[in-house]
């Protein structure tokens, strides 16, 4: 994602934001976790990645005003989720994939067991961090509400629930119907999950709070349908993965169900509606929200 | 474990608990989670296993007068993640067991991949059923210190942990320190957490909660010297899984450290601190811990 897409207030804004989340992610994933088995989650989560998870929950709680610290921690445990998902997705059993964020992948670096663990503990961990004994930033009952939003989008009924839709449809057609709903879930659940949890650390009323919704819901899909442009037309190297992997997999994506041009359009009409929902939120302080939305539509990779 | 160990009243309590935990699994697995995710999941989790950490939180929820409905939550969260950890450790990049409960393993029965998305969406699940929208019975702060205890005994410092340095032991010799190290953390985190949530569903001071912190640690490392016991000693037929497994593997065991003898002996001295520490807790009805404990050390399977 590049900073020239976006004014220079919001460059500033998500440099800032990056060097906190790296921080905080430096400082809450433990090196000293036994055997090697911290080794294999920093290795999995630091240094890399775009940080858009992140980025939305610290963005959605600015716009309601809620506490940085708090917001922090709900960054992190989003993280964490996101990238204990990859290490799993990336194992021989799933996609076997051997590149990620231009290096070898966790069950490569360190072998198949240690990768499963690894990702188990992150799961672990981003509850972990949402419950702290002795952070005033984040009271009992908005620990509570963090660690239920991010289970339901992280289980059955959002990211695992996707992946195993996903894993029953590899070679099968689907209409876009079903593939909405597959990536509703496989991406777009921890996506509206960081808005939301981003917003739970401030003071939201119900329509602002559907508003956020809405627009996580659709900035979640068009983050999976500029995936699937950017994994049929650029080559790995841009994207620090394997391309057009897939395509090859015979999985279906929007560009094989849609069309490359329709896929594009797509991502601009959900780039829309994210928009108008910000307009309806009656927030006033959405501008890094809205900033955010943009570049989700018009990243490189 | 058989009821003729103990009384007749102990007998009634847990049948009665033990049909309350299989109802509330058998409502809170979902079975309709997709594409064969929710079958994978009920698969592992119902109609099989001892429920020992189910039982240790009614008990020691009871022992505080704690809520009923809020102890069943935690039973129920405790043994989700127990069974994902099984799940996860009978796959072929782990222990690769084929026979787990008497049954095939989940991956042999619905294939590596899912069987890993089952056992994430069951960690998952158990932050799900700690964090109800709607339960009077689990008020938002009681349900952040159940996540914590929960995620802390489930991750690199607990469970995940413990299963990273017994990967990083196989064919090496340990001796008694470390293999105690490796099981507080494997096996002996949970079921400390399984009394430690339990208690935190009712009244308790530092002392009673130390206390019981002792009795739940004593169990805990007593739960797994009787299963490298019975490991080295029954059938695989009595145990529902494959015996001599550890043996085979050149896994470092109580049993191999100590000798039998030995080993027998340290489940008893282990039972006695237990006992003692119930008696230094304050608490007037320990009757189902102390019954439990003794349920744990003489049990056959």
């Known amino acids: ?37 911290g ?25 309601v005003a809620g ?11 989003v993280e964490l989720i996101h990238a204990y998902s990859l290490v799993h997705d990336d194992m021989p059993c799933m996609d076997n994939d051997v590149l990620r964020r231009g290096k070898p992948t ?22 972990e961090v949402l419950t702290p004994d002795d952070d005033p930033a984040l009271p009992p009952p908005l620990q509570a509400r963090l660690c239920g939003l991010l289970a339901r989008a992280a289980g059955h009924a959002g990211m695992a629930g ?11 057609a689907l209409d876009e119907g079903a593939l909405r709903e597959m990536h509703r879930r496989k991406t777009g659940a921890l996506l509206q999950a960081s ?22 819901e659709a900035i979640g899909l068009a983050f999976q349908v500029v995936d699937d442009v950017l994994d049929a037309t650029q080559p790995s ?25 329709a896929a594009r359009e797509r991502a601009q009409a959900l780039h829309a509606e994210a928009l108008a929902a910000l307009g309806r939120s009656g927030l006033a302080h959405t501008g890094r929200l809205h900033d955010l939305a943009g570049l989700i539509v018009a990243r490189h990779h």
């Open 39 to 63: 080794e294999a989650m920093r290795y999995a989560v630091l240094d890399g990645g775009k940080r858009v998870r992140p980025l939305l929950v610290l963005a959605a709680a600015e716009a």
């Open 106 to 127: 966790v069950h490569v670096r360190f072998g198949q067991a240690q990768a499963m663990l690894a990702g188990d503990a992150m799961q672990a961990l981003a509850f």
């Open 195 to 216: 808005v939301l949890m981003g917003a739970a650390c401030g003071a939201v009323d119900a329509a602002a709070w559907q508003a956020l919704a809405a627009y996580g």
């Open 67 to 77: 506490a940085r610290a708090a917001a922090l921690r709900a960054a992190v445990a």
């Open 162 to 172: 996707g992946q195993a839709i996903d894993l029953a449809h590899v070679g099968h």
């Open 237 to 261: 190297q841009a994207l620090g993965k394997t391309a057009g992997k897939d395509a090859d997999a015979h999985k279906p994506t929007y560009v094989t169900v849609l069309g490359l041009a």
């Open 1 to 37: 994602m590049g900073a020239e897409l976006t004014g220079d207030a919001f460059a500033g804004w998500m440099h800032r934001a990056l060097g906190e989340v790296e921080a905080a992610l430096g400082r809450w994933v433990p090196a000293d976790a036994p055997a090697g088995l």
